[in-house]
């Protein structure tokens, strides 16, 4: 038996797998009977959350109404309206840390290393585990080693990934997912040195937004050569 | 070779057509049940598994950007739901096959050892029966094995390899019992 160990193990499997066709006839009936994919328009958490922002648009506009009214408050006198101006405050974030935002498109999008060479990274979502992504300037150092990357917060519901390639042109492909575990996966196939050499190359970073917020900690991630 | 996928199948389930979809999995069903079936340990669990990931794909198909990626991108829909299937079961269930009933008395000798190897394929965690199922039996790439698991696809080769290293030790534990 161990001999053809392998073909033994097949044919026992195909033997164990054995499935009627009333069985799959089930299943394709199941598939034409799935119920009725909701519109983002009709799903309950985005008409609860139009309504709490209806209910606050609401709130900043009759708040001030209501303080200017005559008879309300302390002071009866009209108040000047006119505020003598003032330069604006500057934005506080600082360009250095990009707040990821859901309106940036998942697909290809441009990384900024420092060499400024144009490497694209192809994201591909299947699952829908991210809602957006974002490239970071990245600094002229190596953080980690190839093969290697280093996985931060960038937000309640944003990492940071840290990875190096390779100072020059390049399409690099991602593949997110989730294993067995529930761990998010972050696969990188891109162009990289033999894995016992030692290669230059240059940080890139991408902070990625998730669906839903994720511990560094249960973030993978895998490289692979491009084929 | 898999036959080429048709676009408008996959433009009309993105667009909420069931019974395109419906023709879109149809052609993978029977593989997928099977596959289903020997990762999540048992006829019913499969059957669970698959049904979820119908589901899922259907829920999902909207984010599917490549027609043609449809098979590959359904399989690992099945994958993942029969790994968590089996996660849920638990490993060390075993199967027992019924030796009276599948051998005539001149086969005893097959039968048990067809036994021992059910056996044995039981005892493997998870991963290890997901990747043999999806070598021997779905008889899939590397490189789609590769992304089913999340794993880099220089690995598979020696994970499946590993794998039936341990199949091989708990075979002959068993045949030793």
């Known amino acids: 038996m161990t001999d053809n160990f392998e073909r033994a193990l097949q044919e026992r499997l195909l033997a164990r797998s054995q499935v009627s066709p009333r069985d799959v006839e089930a299943l394709r009936l199941f598939a034409r009977t799935l119920p009725a994919r909701r519109s983002l328009w009709r799903r309950p958490a985005f008409q609860w959350a139009l309504s709490a922002a209806a209910v606050v648009l609401a709130a900043v506009i009759a708040l001030p109404l209501l303080f200017r009214t005559p008879g309300f408050g302390t002071n009866p006198s009209p108040q000047p309206t006119a505020v003598p101006s003032q330069p604006a405050p500057s934005p506080s974030a600082s360009p250095l840390v990009p707040v990821p935002s859901s309106q940036v498109p998942l697909g290809?999008?441009?990384?900024?290393?420092?060499?400024?060479?144009?490497?694209?990274?192809?994201?591909?979502?299947?699952?829908?585990?991210?809602?957006?992504?974002?490239?970071?300037?990245?600094?002229?150092?190596?953080?980690v080693r190839w093969f290697d990357a280093?996985?931060?917060?960038?937000?309640?519901?944003?990492?940071?990934?840290?990875?190096?390639?390779?100072?020059?042109?390049e399409e690099v492909q991602l593949?997110?997912?989730?294993?067995?575990?529930?761990?998010?996966?972050?696969?990188?196939?891109?162009?990289?040195?033999?894995?016992?050499?030692?290669?230059?190359?240059e940080d890139r970073v991408l902070v990625l937004e998730l669906a839903a917020p994720i511990d560094p900690a249960n973030v993978k991630v895998t490289f692979d050569y491009p084929a | 070779m898999e036959a080429p996928v048709p676009e408008e199948l996959v433009v009309a389930a993105k667009r909420g057509d069931r019974e395109a979809f419906s023709y879109l999995v149809?052609?993978?069903?029977?593989?997928?049940l099977r596959v289903a079936r020997v990762v999540a340990g048992s006829p019913d669990d499969g059957t669970d598994a698959v049904q979820d990931a119908l589901l899922s794909a259907w829920q999902g198909i909207g984010s599917l950007r490549e027609p043609a990626a449809f098979p590959a991108w359904f399989r690992r829909h099945v994958t993942r739901s029969a790994m968590k299937h089996a996660k849920r079961r638990g490993r060390g269930r075993v199967?027992?096959?019924?030796?009276?009933?599948?051998?005539?008395?001149d086969a005893l000798d097959r039968a048990f050892a067809v036994r021992e190897l059910d056996r044995a394929f039981d005892r493997l965690s998870t991963d290890d029966r997901t990747l043999l199922t999806?070598?021997?039996?779905?008889?899939?790439?590397?490189a789609e094995i590769a992304r089913h698991l999340g794993i880099p696809e220089g690995t598979v080769k020696s994970r499946v390899h590993a794998a039936m290293n341990r199949l091989r030790a708990a075979y002959e534990a068993e045949e030793r019992r």
Request: no cysteine; proline share 10%; net charge negative.
């Open chain 2, 26 to 32: 149809s052609p993978h069903l029977e593989t997928a």
């Open chain 2, 134 to 142: 999806l070598r021997h039996l779905w008889d899939l790439p590397g």
């Open chain 1, 108 to 143: 290809i999008i441009r990384l900024a290393p420092a060499s400024g060479s144009v490497v694209n990274v192809s994201i591909d979502d299947p699952d829908g585990l991210l809602t957006g992504a974002l490239a970071e300037p990245a600094a002229p150092t190596m953080s």
């Open chain 2, 95 to 105: 199967t027992e096959l019924d030796i009276e009933a599948a051998a005539p008395s």
């Open chain 1, 150 to 169: 280093l996985v931060g917060e960038a937000g309640p519901s944003a990492i940071r990934v840290t990875w190096v390639g390779f100072a020059r042109d």
């Open chain 1, 175 to 201: 593949d997110v997912s989730r294993d067995a575990d529930g761990k998010l996966v972050l696969h990188f196939v891109q162009q990289a040195p033999p894995p016992a050499s030692d290669g230059e190359g």
